[in-house]
Nanobody
């Protein structure tokens, strides 16, 4: 069992930066493939970024590529999402998620076993 707790959200002006953190409980954190998703009001939850099944590669949604960076510190049981050059359309609740399977479908929220409660990110224009 893994519990995930996000933090670091807030209100920022367009062009600004935020770093989200996702702290995980449990000694098996390093074995989980982690990802970030977001959900804007009235929209479906969508993929943002994730590690590959091996953990050696990272993947990003086209809308955030070049602006967002996913990273992890296994010693701290934490995964991060550095968000730069934020835009109003990045406004959403951001969720971290963990998957135990070796599926290649890192972008599919249905393959993730564990979810955090979410943290609000609001970007003003």
């Amino acid at each position: 069992q893994v519990q995930l707790v996000e933090s670091g959200g807030g209100l920022v002006q367009a062009g600004g930066s935020l770093r989200l953190s996702c702290a995980a409980s449990g000694s098996t954190f390093s074995t989980y493939r982690m990802g970030w998703f977001r959900q804007a009001p009235g929209k479906e939850r969508e993929f943002v970024a994730a590690f590959s099944r091996s953990g050696s590669s990272t993947y990003y949604a086209d809308s955030v590529k070049g602006r967002f960076t996913i990273s992890r510190d296994n010693a701290k049981n934490t995964v991060y999402l550095q968000m730069n050059s934020l835009k109003p359309e990045d406004t959403a609740v951001y969720y971290c998620a963990g998957r135990s399977s070796l599926t290649y479908a890192y972008y599919n929220l249905r393959v993730y076993d564990y979810w955090g409660q979410g943290t609000q990110v609001t970007v003003s224009s």
